[in-house]
């Protein structure tokens, strides 16, 4: 998942935007870019981030760059953002989101026949661009960006940055959290609102779904009304969101928390300690442990000198073997333990499954798990959150056509805790996965700890729901 942040303000932002862009490189991605625009000209810089932190390819940059409003983004695979010049005058965009139709609104651009577009090394269309060819088809930024909103199928949040101010677009359904901050001469706008605390900015603001606003040194203008219905995910509280963000009013950690001690009210387990998977589980056990008073430890620690949560490899193997790496176990408070680790969720099991092995080698009792979500089921149509796994690459479809010998007709069957099918589901991952046991939250519990209203929340990867 990518991020985006953007300034506006009477005196010179770069720093800000350099730290408020590095606030949201915690997602694990690909590249990394700043737009300033300097009052004459957009100076705009993109580099790779797949190995370097976003910080160590910019900050030899800084000094030749000034300007008091820019944009900056962490981008999952495209170079971005992108500065364009067209009938609508001179702007610099940036995306976040996943475009399902993306082939489509390109083959009807084509029939205009003025439209091209420059395709990036893995020969398709970077996305951001496409945005850009959406808005530029229309008579206004405003226009362009409702048509770009009415017709993208996915999710598609928008940053676009004139020499007169930001217009932020947050996505349809409003999938992702798009919020903005103040502070004396400035505004911001951004992804995450974890950026705010040590830039100065307090909250000020959290756009609708669909809503369109103009952010300028002097304020912010509401261009379009938000809409009525709202999906975002689900994902950001149990998974990527970071711990100190908050959205739609409910902080990331604090959401944890409650889940977990949620799930620990659901359990009966005996264990003599509660571990979280780092990072993303380490809430969720603080949680189960504080509601059992089962004492909480570490037994593996993460190492992070030369392994940031950023580094992101595309072959899998290496993916694994990263992730491996990163965690280091501490023998003395495995050996003879039964130990229970909250892990975030259960996507493939490749990577649970050799760190149970890890902690049974280091003389582990028993190694119980708990996913602070329920069974991934489908995989993500809206966001670029799990783009690189096949659907038949999880751990649940697995275990389904182990059991029925087929991929069934339906699904409906293990996507309810209530039903045979489910219990024999995870009874065949835990036994494919080697653990002692494994439980999984309820979607209902889970739903109530983001505390939101389930009518506002995405659940499409556990049970199939738009």
């Not at 300034?7 to 408020?20: L, P, R, T």
């Not at 960006?145 to 199928?153: N, S, V």
């Not at 096949?390 to 479809?397: K, N, P, Q």
């Amino acid at each position: 998942m990518g991020g985006f942040f953007g300034v506006v303000s009477k005196d010179d932002c770069v720093m800000d935007v350099y730290f408020g862009t590095d606030y949201h490189s915690h997602l694990g991605t690909c590249r990394g870019g700043m737009a300033i625009w300097s009052g004459k000209s957009f100076n705009r810089s993109i580099h790779n981030i797949e190995n370097t932190q976003f910080r160590a390819k910019f900050e030899s940059e800084l000094p030749q760059i000034t300007g008091n409003m820019g944009i900056g983004c962490i981008s999952d695979t495209e170079p971005q953002p992108l500065v364009v010049r067209s009938h609508l005058g001179q702007y610099a965009i940036s995306t976040v989101g996943k475009i399902i139709n993306i082939e489509e609104i390109a083959e009807k651009a084509f029939l205009k026949n003025s439209t091209h577009f420059l395709e990036t090394n893995t020969g398709s269309i970077n996305p951001t661009e496409l945005v850009s060819v959406i808005i530029d088809q229309e008579n206004s930024f405003k226009e362009g960006l409702l048509k770009a909103q009415e017709i993208i199928e996915g999710s598609c949040s928008i940053l676009l940055l004139t020499p007169e101010g930001i217009y932020a677009s947050r996505d349809k359904y409003g999938r992702t959290p798009l919020v903005v901050g103040k502070k004396e001469g400035a505004y911001c706008i951004s992804f995450e609102s974890c950026v705010f605390t040590n830039l100065g900015y307090i909250h000020d603001y959290e756009l609708g779904p669909g809503e369109i606003i103009f952010l300028s040194p002097e304020g912010v203008e509401k261009v379009a009304p938000a809409g009525n219905k709202m999906r975002i995910c689900a994902f950001l509280w149990v998974y990527y969101g970071y711990p100190s963000s908050t959205y739609e009013g409910m902080n990331v950690e604090v959401m944890r928390y409650n889940n977990g001690a949620s799930m620990a009210k659901n359990d009966n387990v005996k264990i003599d300690m509660v571990a979280g998977i780092p990072d993303s589980g380490v809430g969720h056990a603080i949680g189960y442990s504080n509601y059992s008073k089962i004492p909480f430890g570490r037994p593996f620690v993460k190492y992070t000198p030369t392994w940031a949560r950023s580094f992101m490899p595309q072959d899998q193997g290496i993916r694994n073997l990263v992730a491996r790496m990163k965690l280091m176990p501490i023998p003395e408070l495995i050996s003879d333990k039964s130990l229970l680790f909250c892990d975030d969720s259960i996507v493939r099991g490749t990577q649970m499954r050799e760190t149970v092995d890890l902690l049974y080698s280091c003389n582990a009792k028993e190694v119980h798990i708990r996913s602070a979500c329920p069974p991934l089921v489908y995989g993500c149509k809206y966001l670029n959150f799990s783009t690189s796994r096949s659907v038949m690459d999880l751990a649940a479809r697995q275990a389904i056509i182990e059991l029925e010998g087929r991929e069934p007709d339906s699904f409906a069957a293990y996507c309810d805790p209530l039903t045979g099918n489910y219990n024999a589901m995870v009874d065949r991952i835990s036994k494919n996965l080697n653990f002692s046991s494994l439980k999984y939250q309820n979607i209902h519990d889970m739903i109530a700890a983001i505390g939101i209203g389930a009518d506002k929340i995405c659940t499409y990867c556990w049970n199939g729901k738009e």
